[in-house]
C-alpha cells in the first residue's frame, strides 16, 4: 500500500513545474519501462508494478528498487486512462548541447507544442539514427508523460536540447540548414544527406520567418491531392526517408 503522500508526489510528476523541480519524470508500460531499464539504468529511481509483472521480470528487476502494487494502486498514479502493469520514476535524461554539426544530421523543431508529435518525431529520429534534436523553447515538455509514451523507448536514445535556435543556428559555420516548406525543392529529386540541420515547423504556422531566413536550402514534400498540410511528425518521416 503506497502512502498518500507517495501517491500525491508520483502524482504531481504529470506537471511541468514539479518534473522540472525534482528533475524526475514518469514512464509507463512493460516495452518502455523495459527499454530504459536496459537503456538507462543509472537514471531508474524506482518501479511501481503489478505481481504478475514482477514475477515476469525478476531478472530485470534485480539491481532496482521495485514496488509491488494492486492495479488499483497503480490506477491511482498512473497518467494513462488505463493503467499499463508497470510505471517507473526516472532521473531526467541530461541533454547534450552539439557541438559540431559536421558528420551528423540533427533536427530543429521549431514550436512542436502537440506532445504525441514531439514524441513521434523522437522515435522517427531514432528510427533513422538521429541522436540529437534541437527545440525552440516553446516546444513541448520532452518529459511530458504524453511524449515519453510517444517516443516507445526512443527518449533513451535520442537527446533533446532547448534553446533559441535564432542563436544556436546563427551559429553555425559551414552548415547546410534544410527549411521544410510548401514550396520548395521536391525532396523526391534530392540526394541523400549525411549532415546538416533540418528544420520542421510549428503544426499550424510552420517555421517562424525569423529561423526561415536563416536556412540555406528547402525541402518540399511534392503535393497530389488537396490537403492544405501534413501533420508535423508524418512529414519529418517522408523527408527523412528520402535525405537519409
Not at 534485480?62 to 494502486?73: K, M, Y
Not at 523553447?137 to 533513451?156: H, L, R, W, Y
Not at 514534400?221 to 490537403?227: L, Q, S
Amino acid at each position: 500500500m503506497l502512502s498518500k503522500s507517495k501517491v500525491k508526489y508520483i502524482q504531481s510528476l504529470g506537471q511541468k513545474k514539479f518534473r522540472q523541480g525534482e528533475g524526475v519524470f514518469i514512464a509507463e508500460g512493460p516495452k518502455l519501462v523495459l527499454e530504459l531499464l536496459l537503456s538507462v539504468p543509472g537514471n531508474i529511481v524506482e518501479v511501481f508494478a503489478v505481481k504478475e509483472w514482477v514475477v515476469e521480470h525478476q531478472k530485470q528487476l534485480v539491481s532496482f528498487t521495485c514496488t509491488e502494487v494492486p492495479e488499483q494502486e497503480l490506477e491511482k498514479i498512473s497518467q494513462l486512462a488505463t493503467p499499463n502493469m508497470v510505471l517507473a520514476l526516472v532521473k531526467n535524461i541530461e541533454p547534450v548541447m552539439p557541438k559540431e554539426v559536421k558528420g551528423q544530421v540533427v533536427l530543429a523543431l521549431d514550436g512542436i507544442q502537440d506532445p504525441g508529435n514531439l514524441g513521434t518525431i523522437i522515435r522517427i529520429a531514432d528510427w533513422f539514427g538521429i541522436t540529437q534534436i534541437m527545440c525552440s523553447e516553446d516546444s513541448a515538455d520532452v518529459f511530458n508523460p504524453k511524449v515519453v509514451q510517444s517516443t516507445m523507448g526512443s527518449i533513451a536514445r535520442v537527446r533533446v536540447s532547448y534553446t533559441s535556435l535564432v542563436e544556436w543556428l546563427s551559429g553555425l559555420d559551414d552548415v547546410t540548414i534544410y527549411a521544410t516548406v510548401l514550396e520548395g525543392q521536391d525532396v523526391t529529386t534530392m540526394k541523400k544527406i549525411s549532415s546538416g540541420v533540418l528544420l520542421i515547423g510549428n503544426e499550424s504556422k510552420g517555421i517562424s520567418p525569423e529561423i526561415l531566413k536563416l536556412a540555406n536550402a528547402t525541402v518540399t514534400i511534392p503535393r497530389k491531392g488537396g490537403a492544405e498540410s501534413l501533420n508535423a511528425a508524418v512529414a519529418t518521416g517522408i523527408v527523412l526517408s528520402h535525405l537519409i
